[in-house]
């Protein structure tokens, strides 16, 4: 494919390196395969995000919106449910979760970063009151939310005998956290 001017070229790149860590990793990825996926010139990419960590950077901030717009739409707050939103948003953007949580990969200093992270955090440990007013609880339930998540998408459950992962992080949050209404 011979490169040309792209209408919208900061958001082709981004879906370019979604598609690339879905199936390469973050690690994998490149500016010049980026170009080649998104149909733009080499320097199309390095114009927009200047390197390969400016392009995870705008990929983790773009996925902590998504994650706090996926949490916002639970209403409630409900820690429970927050959970699985959280564990249902892990499987639904696996290159996004992939990129978030690994500041090697990006700019955590980033304030686009800081404030789409700082929103999600927000609504993450909101949930948590229902448990505990200290914060150690918030912490406690994003571990698990977290932990079941990585399990889940790294295919290290028997999950023959799991149903799908909302009901199995629903009955999970529900063992260690059975006074939650």
Do not use: C
Request: hydrophobic residues 50%; without cysteine.
């Amino acid at each position: 494919m011979s490169p040309y001017h792209h209408g919208d070229l900061r958001r082709a790149v981004l879906d370019a390196a979604v598609a690339a860590v879905a199936e390469q990793g973050p690690a994998g990825i490149s500016l010049r395969d980026l170009a080649r996926r998104a149909g733009v010139s080499h320097a199309g990419p390095v114009h927009h995000f200047g390197d390969k960590a400016g392009v995870l950077t705008a990929l983790a901030a773009e996925g902590f919106d998504l994650l706090a717009d996926a949490l916002s739409a639970e209403g409630d707050r409900d820690f429970v449910e927050v959970g699985v939103a959280y564990v249902r948003f892990a499987i639904e953007h696996r290159a996004h979760f992939e990129v978030m949580f690994r500041p090697e990969l990006h700019r955590r200093d980033d304030p686009a970063l800081a404030a789409a992270r700082d929103r999600a955090g927000l609504l993450l440990t909101s949930g948590a009151s229902s448990v505990s007013d200290d914060g150690m609880a918030g912490v406690a339930a994003w571990s698990l939310m977290h932990g079941f998540a990585n399990l889940w998408l790294t295919g290290a459950l028997r999950t023959e005998h799991l149903e799908d992962p909302d009901t199995a992080a629903r009955a999970i949050a529900r063992i260690l956290f059975p006074a939650v209404p």
